[in-house]
């Protein structure tokens, strides 16, 4: 069985947890709707995650809608006392699979509530706020989605706040409303807008939790990374995974899959040292 611990921890919120995590978005079915195509194996995978040291699984109600949240019920309840489930609010589904924004006081709440009881839980350990302004991370002010979630702070329902797909200035925004605990953005070998944004969360001491950590939806194609793989014994995911851990040290990652294999390969990352050398070669692909 893989072993996380190389990889080393970094504060959650008031937690400490492992640096590699588990995405469970690619337990949906295609296009993150609907049922998986194999609810055992997806039920095993994640499983085999806990039993392999991860900590920290992100998910989100609109993933399905609702079908990851059951999973991870189902599978993993009662949930283990070291693991930090972080979910997301901020959008719905449509019947034809589309992503809407979700970010009124009464959808947000809506929201709140979903994954309490698809998950199982009577308070939910982080909720990132997903803006939606666009595609990417888009100007706009956060705070009045931001102060609904803070109220059901109060109300005991959310533990911690964080954000995702947000840019710097919302970031420092939302940090002079609340207690920002994660920011979860685009980023990788060949995005690498947030480099200013990581390196000052490193100094707040905040997460930055990176996804789509080989490219997106289109996985990167670059004969530097493929090169670099081979001559390690690797796979270009593995590399790139590895990069991102030696890139900062408060990057939490949070790679997905549906198949134990590969989520065995993903957590091996953690085995992998990247020399000087080989690092400013991946540099070179940004």
Not at 116 to 132: F, S
Not at 158 to 182: K, Y
Not at 208 to 232: I, N, W
Request: with cysteine; hydrophobic share 45%; charged share 20%.
């Amino acid at each position: 069985m893989v072993q996380i611990e190389q990889a080393g921890t970094f504060p959650l919120g008031d937690r400490i947890v492992k640096r590699i995590g588990y995405g469970a978005m690619q337990l949906a079915g295609p296009g993150v709707f609907g049922p998986p195509r194999d609810r055992a194996e997806a039920v095993a995978v994640l499983r085999q995650a806990v039993e392999s040291g991860v900590d920290h699984i992100d998910t989100s109600d609109f993933y399905g809608p609702h079908v990851v949240n059951q999973l991870l019920r189902e599978a993993l309840a009662p949930y283990p006392d070291d693991l930090v489930i972080v979910t997301k609010v901020g959008a719905r589904r449509g019947a034809d699979a589309s992503w809407n924004p979700a970010f009124s006081r009464e959808e947000l709440t809506q929201a709140v509530h979903d994954n309490l009881r698809n998950l199982g839980l009577d308070r939910l350990d982080v909720v990132n706020l997903r803006l939606m302004f666009g595609h990417g991370p888009t100007e706009g002010s956060l705070a009045e989605p931001l102060s609904a979630l803070v109220d059901l702070q109060r109300e005991g329902l959310i533990r911690h706040i964080g954000l995702s797909n947000a840019t710097p200035a919302q970031v420092a925004e939302a940090r002079a409303m609340a207690d920002i605990v994660c920011v979860q953005n685009l980023y990788n070998l060949a995005n690498r807008d947030d480099d200013a944004l990581i390196d000052d969360l490193a100094r707040a001491g905040i997460p930055y939790v990176p996804f789509f950590p080989l490219g997106g939806f289109t996985p990167l194609q670059s004969s530097t990374l493929t090169a670099v793989a081979g001559r390690l014994g690797a796979t270009p995911m593995q590399v790139a995974l590895a990069w991102l851990l030696q890139r900062a040290p408060n990057i939490l990652l949070i790679p997905g899959t549906s198949s134990r294999a590969h989520l065995a390969e993903n957590l091996a990352a953690a085995e992998l040292t990247l020399s000087p050398e080989v690092i400013a070669a991946l540099d070179g692909i940004g």
